[in-house]
Nanobody, 115 residues
Framework: QVQLVESGGGLVQAGGSLRLSCAAS????????MGWYRQAPEKQRELVAF???????TYADSVKGRFTISRDNAKDMIYLQMNILKPEDTAVYYC?????????WGQGTQVTVSS
């Protein structure tokens, strides 16, 4: 099993930046895929970005060029650097891990972007 704990959310003005962090309870070098999802009010949860064990990254079209996902195996952490934030980025952001066929989620962290 994997426990995931997010941090770094908050309130920011449009055009600003935030960095989300996700701490894993086990070595992430053994986790094939980690990523970030988000869920806005009354909307379905959607993929934001993911990163593989081989550092291959994928982004949703809506965040390409603005968000960057990274991982630090030494600290068992992944990050989401979010720049040029827009009001439509407002959502609860969830850390995700795919580990031995199981899907694991953090509790979420709120990101609010004011216009």
């Amino acid at each position: 099993q994997v426990q995931l704990v997010e941090s770094g959310g908050g309130l920011v003005q449009a055009g600003g930046s935030l960095r989300l962090s996700c701490a894993a309870s086990r070595s992430i070098s053994s986790i094939n895929v980690m990523g970030w999802y988000r869920q806005a009010p009354e909307k379905q949860r959607e993929l934001v970005a993911f990163i593989t064990k081989g550092d291959i990254t994928t982004y949703a079209d809506s965040v390409k060029g603005r968000f960057t996902i990274s991982r630090d195996n030494a600290k068992d952490m992944i990050y989401l650097q979010m720049n040029i934030l827009k009001p439509e980025d407002t959502a609860v952001y969830y850390c995700y891990a795919l580990y031995f066929g199981g899907n694991y989620w953090g509790q979420g962290t709120q990101v609010t972007v004011s216009s």
